[in-house]
């Protein structure tokens, strides 16, 4: 297949788990304590795309020194993230946490121009323009969006999320799709569960989610694995433009199927400022 379908099937599986993870962080207790729950999940998933893949270690052995450290990098920043969104998402509403979100479009692919050294021409410059006015309309005198922590959880986890997508490339290049999965789901479970996660409350956060939270990590495991595959077909800059779309498809779906009908033509002329964006970032 080519790399956009590829692209265009991660960005269908990411919507469907925003919009489903939306409701999940909103009935959790301990929102890290949750992330614990999603991540092993996750991780049991990866393991099982690796295998059923016929995945292979081999590939570590020709790694270079540069490429275990953006690999290690890659693992840090997801546990980062991983950490960080889902505290975000309880106090944000989908739609406007998506349209904060399409900052990480802006800067990975400002970072893939200056760090991959992709190209860059005066569409591509306009788009991330119209897209970073997008992701602020929605702030602009909108109650749902003080400045609080949810608020800046939502822009942490948004660098966080935009900087580890420039990473990505060049450390999943020289390994599989599926091994490189395996890496960024398994490890990142540490950082999340750093120092120490009380089994009680991991019970009754499996218990909160059930098997909603698998839904939710399968989806999110198999996105992303879409995702690397397109990685690998081209460039990052262009990848990332089509993943973007997942904003568009989680403010639309928070207005349908979550009732999400505050500042709602706000919402919708920022879902269209990005697309427009988008269209000229192709």
């Known amino acids: 297949m080519p790399w956009y379908i590829y692209a265009l099937l991660s960005t269908l599986f990411f919507a469907a788990q925003d919009l489903l993870m939306r409701v999940l962080a909103v009935k959790s207790g301990i929102p890290r304590v949750f992330s614990v729950v999603f991540n092993l999940w996750g991780a049991f998933f990866a393991i ?5 893949q016929g995945g292979s270690f081999t590939d570590l052995k020709s790694l270079t020194s540069t490429n275990i450290i953006l690999i290690i990098c890659a693992v840090i920043l997801y546990g980062l993230y991983e950490r960080t969104h889902f505290s975000a998402r ?6 406007s946490f998506s349209i904060i979100f399409r900052l990480t479009t802006v800067i990975a692919f400002i970072g893939s121009i200056l760090f991959l050294h992709e190209s860059i021409t005066i569409n591509k410059f306009m788009g991330a323009s119209l897209i970073i006015g997008a992701s602020f309309l929605l702030l602009y005198k909108n109650i749902k969006l003080k400045i609080s922590r949810s608020f800046w959880l939502a822009i942490l986890s948004a660098l966080l999320l935009g900087i580890v997508l420039v990473i990505d490339k060049p450390a999943s290049a020289s390994i599989q799709p599926a091994l490189y999965s395996f890496l960024v ?3 990142p479970v540490f950082i999340v569960a ?3 996660v009380p089994l009680k409350q991991l019970k009754k956060e499996f218990s909160i989610g059930g098997w909603k939270v698998a839904l939710t990590a399968l989806l999110n495991v198999t996105g992303y694995m879409f995702f690397i595959q397109a990685l690998a077909m081209t460039d990052a800059s262009r990848v990332v433009v089509v993943d973007s779309l997942t904003g568009i498809f989680v403010v ?7 009732k999400e009908h505050d500042h709602f033509w706000r919402k919708i002329i920022a879902a269209i400022i990005a697309f427009v964006g988008v269209y000229l970032l192709r």
């Open 194 to 196: 750093f120092p120490n």
């Open 252 to 258: 639309l779906g928070g207005i349908v199927l979550l």
């Open 185 to 187: 789901w398994c490890f």
């Open 90 to 95: 309880k106090g944000v509403d989908a739609s």
């Open 48 to 52: 099982l795309a690796f295998i059923i």
